[in-house]
């Protein structure tokens, strides 16, 4: 960390950054936030002259998968400089200290910054008697006091946000909002959360003061207020009903939509096929994998079984399967991939679809208009 006297400017320049890759970042931002291009300037300012709120990140039923996340954040330079412009007290897996120190100085920061700072949760709260004990106070106890005096909390990821696979163990895990009932609770819903999300969260708080429009969940809107189905790359191959059928067939290789292989795409809103993962080098769908809807509510249990197909999609009835909407749509498929980068490879895919199907046997050529033979006249 640097010291907590030296501005964001002095960092930077120490770091080797440019002016140019830190407009570049909050010009990243300002997209990921879905706010106008104009509003690059307005976050390089607020950051440029913020006052370090204090951070307390704590951790309890989890995998630690989204710290691993955070510290893997784009823009690596950046970000975690906008990370360190956070003054971070406690964050057990990356800071020096342990055991009584280090419980005590998380206590610390919260009788002095009482009502002032951020607060991030990791993990399922166990609500089981006997579970999960630090510094011989349970987890229980611990997030109460973080959550109930913080200015704002973070849930990262699906155990925080809702209680996650932990709901359903021994340790009754609950999610932050359900065992701290009125808290001022963000939910960064996934397994593991996105860290440009988070980031772009942080960032939204340390430009206006507040945290981003929230939905019903209380996930932001930016991250989470479409479907992954309808900024999906392979949306084009569903419009034309073009499927993978099993892994690794040539649908598979050609990248068509992966419905029938139990992505719930259409049911699950997230922005991962934007931000991407690892600096926006790809996402599980452009792997070959379907979506399991993990920024969901209770995705392990409302998501699963992850292989098996959606039974309805929305925007279609509910007698209209995806298996014939390919052929209610073929006629319009060039419209409808105008706005897909994938365009002419679906238009491709339904021609050599259309000429492996059996050619047609020609009706009877219906009878000349005027007077016909009778069995008199033959």
Not at 120 to 131: L, N, Q, R, S
Request: charged share 20%; aromatic share 8%.
């Amino acid at each position: 960390m640097f010291p907590s006297n030296q501005t964001l400017p002095e960092r930077l320049e120490e770091r080797g950054v440019s002016r140019r890759a830190f407009l570049n970042f909050c010009g990243v931002m300002a997209t990921t936030l879905a706010l106008p291009a104009s509003y690059r300037t307005t976050i390089a300012d607020a950051l440029m002259n913020v006052r370090r709120p204090v951070l307390i990140w704590r951790q309890f039923q989890d995998c630690a998968g989204n710290s691993e996340s955070i510290l893997r954040s784009p823009h690596p330079d950046v970000a975690q400089l906008v990370l360190e412009t956070l003054d971070w007290n406690y964050h057990e897996l990356i800071m020096a200290g342990s055991g009584e120190q280090a419980e005590a100085q998380s206590t610390q920061a919260v009788e002095d910054h009482r009502g002032e700072y951020i607060a991030v949760i990791e993990g399922a709260i166990p609500t089981g008697e006997g579970f999960c004990t630090i510094g011989g106070r349970s987890a229980l106890d611990l997030v109460r006091e973080v959550v109930g005096n913080a200015k704002a909390t973070l849930a990262v990821g699906a155990c925080a946000w809702d209680g996650g696979l932990v709901q359903h163990g021994p340790t009754a895990g609950q999610g932050v909002q359900d065992v701290v009932p009125g808290a001022n609770v963000v939910n960064l819903g996934g397994c593991p959360h996105n860290p440009a999300n988070t980031v772009a969260v942080l960032v939204h708080y340390l430009t206006f003061g507040e945290m981003p429009a929230l939905d019903q969940y209380n996930r932001p809107l930016f991250a989470y207020g479409d479907t992954i189905h309808d900024q999906c790359e392979r949306r084009a191959y569903y419009d034309a009903g073009l499927f993978v059928e099993e892994w690794g067939d040539e649908g598979h290789r050609n990248g068509h939509c992966l419905y029938k292989m139990g992505c719930k795409g259409p049911s699950a809103t997230y922005n991962c096929p934007n931000v991407r993962w690892n600096d926006g080098t790809s996402w599980p769908v452009e792997a070959g994998h379907g979506c399991i809807a993990c920024a969901s509510h209770d995705f392990w249990s409302n998501a699963s079984p992850f292989y098996e197909m959606l039974p309805n999609v929305p925007g279609f009835g509910a007698d209209v399967s995806a298996e014939t909407v390919g052929l209610s749509v073929i006629g319009g498929v060039a419209g409808l991939t105008a706005a897909h980068a994938v365009g002419k490879r679906v238009q491709g895919a339904v021609a050599r679809r259309q000429a492996r199907k059996p050619a047609a046997v020609p009706e009877p050529a219906s009878p000349k208009p005027g007077p016909q033979p009778t069995d008199v006249d033959q």
